[in-house]
């Protein structure tokens, strides 16, 4: 029982960490067209705060990723990762039924 309450826990978790990813995406789209402005406030703080959230987990990928110039992959990457490891702790905490 305590395995499925940790798994769900870290999967609630991974769950955060995922839409963060989103909204960091989103977010520096809409400032690459130009739908919306780093000078606006709120999407500057909002965007501020993502990236301070995510950049601790994003370093080491980007740091192990080969350079491929302006796309940066290392989000899905992280996306992929944490769906493996929310998939073998979900297995793991069935399996000990």
Same mark, same amino acid.
């Given at each position: ?51 301070? =959230? #995510? ?6 990928? *980007?740091? /192990?990723?080969?350079? !491929? ?11 992929? =990762? #944490? ?6 702790? *979900?297995? /793991?905490?069935?399996? !000990?039924?």
């Amino acid at each position: 029982m305590f395995f499925l309450t940790l798994s769900q826990i870290v999967g609630y978790l991974i769950s955060i960490i995922i839409i963060l990813v989103i909204v960091q995406f989103v977010i520096s789209l809409l400032v690459a067209f130009n739908v919306v402005s780093m000078h606006n406030h709120w999407v500057a703080a909002i965007y501020r705060a993502v990236n301070a =959230l #995510l950049e601790p987990i994003l370093r080491p990928i *980007r740091r /192990l990723m080969p350079d !491929t110039g302006a796309i940066d992959f290392s989000p899905l990457v992280l996306i992929v =990762l #944490l769906n493996i490891v929310n998939i073998i702790l *979900r297995n /793991l905490a069935l399996s !000990t039924f």
